[in-house]
């Protein structure tokens, strides 16, 4: 007998619960002061650090002996570090899609930038912001767009319960409030 004629358990019900996919196309969405933050960060270390480097390893390479020289081998080695991140940061800057979720002041609706607040089955209420891969910091309570509890989170209403999938198991949410930034007046 074919396989495609049997019985399913009650267990089927629970696999179409499933993280939304993430996006195509690989976006790497941040907002106006995220990115303005990483910009800064990254002429930080061209106008500044680097120019500094290469004088104390320019000054070390004229003292002589490169092998035991403490400043110089560091002086490379710190030199490596920050290109290596001057790269990744304008790589970052170049993928980056810049998105304002002040646009969205008002509305009701979980999008990109929302700061959202919840409260979980045991009635503990959080609240979060979603902001992009490179600026959020769970410190702060901000959470990458591309995180499991953002994506149960986004296009959801207030009032609505999702489902967010945990190692423990699936655990309902209910959204209480969603803010976003005051469009600012130029």
């Known amino acids: 007998m074919s396989k495609a004629f049997t019985k399913e358990s009650d267990a089927a019900d629970d696999e179409d619960l499933q993280l939304p996919p993430l996006p195509a196309g690989g976006k790497n969405y941040i907002t106006p002061q995220g990115y ?4 800064t960060e990254l002429l930080e270390l061209i106008d500044n650090e680097r120019p500094k480097i290469v004088e104390v390893v320019y000054w070390a ?35 980056a899609e810049v998105t304002d979720p002040s646009l969205h002041h008002g509305n ?20 979060i912001t979603i902001l ?14 591309v995180s499991p ?6 296009k959801a209403h207030t009032g609505d319960v999702v489902r967010l999938i945990t190692p423990t198991g699936v655990e309902e949410l209910e959204v209480l409030a969603v803010h976003y930034p005051e469009p600012q007046v130029s």
């Open 36 to 39: 303005a933050h990483l910009r």
């Open 61 to 95: 390479a004229s003292n002589g002996d490169r092998s035991e020289n403490g400043d110089y081998i560091y002086g490379k080695k710190r030199l490596r570090e920050i290109d290596r991140h001057i790269r990744f940061l304008t790589q970052r800057l170049e993928m």
């Open 149 to 154: 509890i953002a994506r149960t989170l986004i």
């Open 132 to 145: 992009g891969i490179d600026e959020a910091d769970s410190a702060q309570a901000q959470v990458s767009w």
């Open 108 to 127: 009701d609706q979980i999008f990109f930038g929302a700061t959202v607040t919840y409260v979980d089955a045991a009635g503990q209420e959080r609240t």
